[in-house]
C-alpha cells in the first residue's frame, strides 16, 4: 500500500490478540502500523508484534524488490512495536538502528544488546538525510513510554506519530475512528495529558498533510477533527455536552433507580443519556465514555464497608488518568449502613475541579417515596430544571447533618437531631441505642 510515492505501508493486522496490552479487548483486532521509505537511502519506520515476525520480512523483501534497508527507525520500545529488532538486525546486519538514547538503554535491557556497533542516538531536533527525504526527530517523553520520538518528513510532510493519533482494530475492519481512538487514547495515554499538549504545540509548528501513526488508519483528510480530538482528550476538556450513569446493582434496586434517573433526565430534556453496568460492560468503554461526556453519577452498593468492586476499579480508573473539569453525583444504597457515596466522594478527592451536585439519592435497600424524590430532584439538577422548585430549595443553605449510628445493626441515620421517639428502621430499637458519630 502507498501512502505517498514514497512511502509504503509494510505493517500487519492481527486477528488472533486476545487482549491487548494484556487488557484491552480489540473485537476488531489490532494493526501493528511499519512503513518504509524509499529513497537514496530506505528506512524502516519501526518494527511489529512478536507474532508476526515472518509476514513483516515478507512486507519488507517484496516493498524493498531487491533492494536492503539502511536504516531502522525505532520511534517507541514497548513489544508492540519493538519485538523484531533483532530479528530485522539478523536479516539485515548492515542496516544502523536509529533511535533515543533512552530506547538503546531498554533495548539492553529486553534483548541483552543495545546494538553499539550500528546505533545512531538521535534528540530533540536531529536529522537524518536519506536523499529527498529529510527525517527531523521530536522527542515525545511519555506518549507513551519516556524513550519515545516522533518523526517529520519535511518532503512528503508526513508526522510519524508513534502512539499518538493510534486506536485499536486493524486495518481491514470498517469502523467509525473516534471510538475506537478514544477508547485507546483514554485507556493508554489518558494519564499523560500534560505531555500529549507538550507534543501537540510542537507539532503546531510544522505543515502536516499525513499523520502515520503505529496503530490504525493513516489520518490523510480534515486532520483539524483528529487534532482537536486529541487537544480536548489531552486537555481534558468536555468532548460533548452529556450525562453519563455508571452504576453496579447487586439484587436490581440501584439499577431501578438508575433507570428511573434516566428517564427522568430525559422528560426533562436531556437527551443525552448513556447508562452503563460497570460489572458488565467494557471497562475501557466505560471509563473513556466518562471523559468524554460533562457529567457522570455515580451509582453503586455499600460492600464489605467499602464500595462494590466495579465502582472501585471504575474510580481508580477515572482518578489514575487525572479525571477533572466535570460534574459528578451520586446515588448510594445500602441496607445497614450505606457509605456508599462518602467512599466514592474521598476517592475522588485527587481529582481536580469537580463538581459535586447538591443532591443525593440515599436508597435503603429499596427505593422508596423520599429517594424516588430524591431521584427526581436529582433529574432536576443535573438538567437545570426549577419547575418543581427543587433547584431553589437547593440553593438554601444545608442544614447541618449529624450522624447516628445504630448500635445493634450499624443502620446510620442523618438528621439535624434525632428524635426521642425514633426508632432504627432495621433491627426497632429505640433512639438511646444510637450514638452520635
Ligand atoms: Fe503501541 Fe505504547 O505501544
Request: glycine share 6%; proline share 3%; hydrophobic share 40%.
Amino acid at each position: 500500500m502507498n501512502i505517498t510515492n514514497d512511502i509504503k505501508y509494510i505493517g500487519v493486522n492481527d486477528h488472533k490478540v486476545d487482549l491487548f496490552e494484556g487488557q484491552y479487548v480489540v473485537p476488531n483486532g489490532m494493526a501493528y502500523n511499519s512503513y518504509a521509505i524509499m529513497d537514496e537511502k530506505i528506512a524502516i519506520m519501526d518494527t511489529v508484534d512478536a507474532g508476526f515476525t515472518a509476514e513483516w520480512l515478507a512486507n519488507i523483501e517484496n516493498t524493498l524488490a531487491g533492494r536492503k534497508p539502511d536504516y531502522l527507525i525505532i520511534q517507541h520500545m514497548e513489544p508492540d512495536h519493538s519485538a523484531n529488532i533483532v530479528n530485522f538486525v539478523n536479516a539485515y546486519p548492515e542496516a544502523k538502528v536509529v533511535s533515543s538514547a533512552k530506547a538503546f538503554v531498554m533495548m539492553k535491557n529486553f534483548f541483552g544488546t543495545d546494538f553499539a556497533e550500528k546505533q545512531i542516538v538521535v534528540g530533540e531536533g536531529d536529522t537524518l538525510s536519506l536523499g529527498k527525504h529529510t527525517l527531523t526527530f521530536v522527542t515525545a517523553p511519555m506518549v507513551h513510554w519516556p524513550e519515545v520520538i516522533v518523526t517529520y518528513d519535511s518532503a512528503d510532510k508526513v508526522l510519524f506519530s508513534a502512539d499518538g493519533f493510534g486506536k485499536f482494530g486493524a486495518l481491514d475492519v470498517e469502523e467509525e475512528w473516534a471510538d475506537e481512538a478514544r477508547r485507546y487514547y483514554i485507556g493508554i495515554v489518558g494519564k499523560y495529558g500534560a505531555q500529549v499538549q507538550a507534543l501537540l504545540k510542537k507539532a503546531a509548528t510544522l505543515d502536516i498533510q499525513t499523520i502515520c501513526p503505529l496503530h490504525g488508519p493513516v489520518l490523510t483528510e480534515n486532520l483539524g477533527y483528529y487534532i482537536d480530538l486529541y487537544d480536548k482528550w489531552s486537555g481534558y476538556k468536555v468532548e460533548e455536552d452529556g450525562i453519563m450513569i455508571a452504576y453496579t446493582s447487586v439484587y436490581g434496586n440501584t439499577k431501578k433507580a438508575v433507570m428511573k434517573l434516566a428517564e427522568a433526565l430525559k422528560a426533562n430534556g436531556c437527551e443525552k443519556v448513556i447508562v452503563t453496568d460497570l460489572a458488565r460492560e467494557d471497562m475501557a468503554k466505560a471509563v473513556g465514555d466518562a471523559f468524554r461526556y460533562s457529567k457522570l453519577v455515580l451509582a453503586t452498593t455499600t460492600y464489605n464497608g467499602d464500595i462494590f468492586p466495579f465502582m472501585r476499579e471504575f474510580i481508580d480508573h477515572l482518578v489514575e488518568r487525572n479525571y477533572q473539569n466535570r460534574t459528578v453525583a451520586f446515588i448510594e444504597n445500602g441496607s445497614w449502613a450505606p457509605l456508599a457515596a462518602k467512599i466514592m466522594k474521598g476517592k475522588l478527592e485527587k481529582s481536580k475541579n469537580l463538581t459535586y451536585v447538591n443532591t443525593s439519592v440515599k436508597i435503603l435497600s429499596a427505593l422508596n417515596e423520599e429517594s424516588e424524590a430524591q431521584v427526581k430532584a436529582l433529574a432536576n439538577e443535573l438538567c437545570d430544571v426549577c419547575n418543581d422548585g427543587a433547584c431553589e430549595a437547593e440553593e438554601a443553605p444545608a442544614p447541618a447533618m449529624k450522624k447516628f449510628v445504630c448500635k445493634v445493626c450499624g443502620y446510620v441515620h442523618e438528621a439535624e437531631a434525632l428524635p426521642a421517639d425514633f426508632r432504627c428502621p432495621l433491627c426497632g430499637v429505640p433512639a438511646k441505642a444510637f450514638i452520635e458519630k
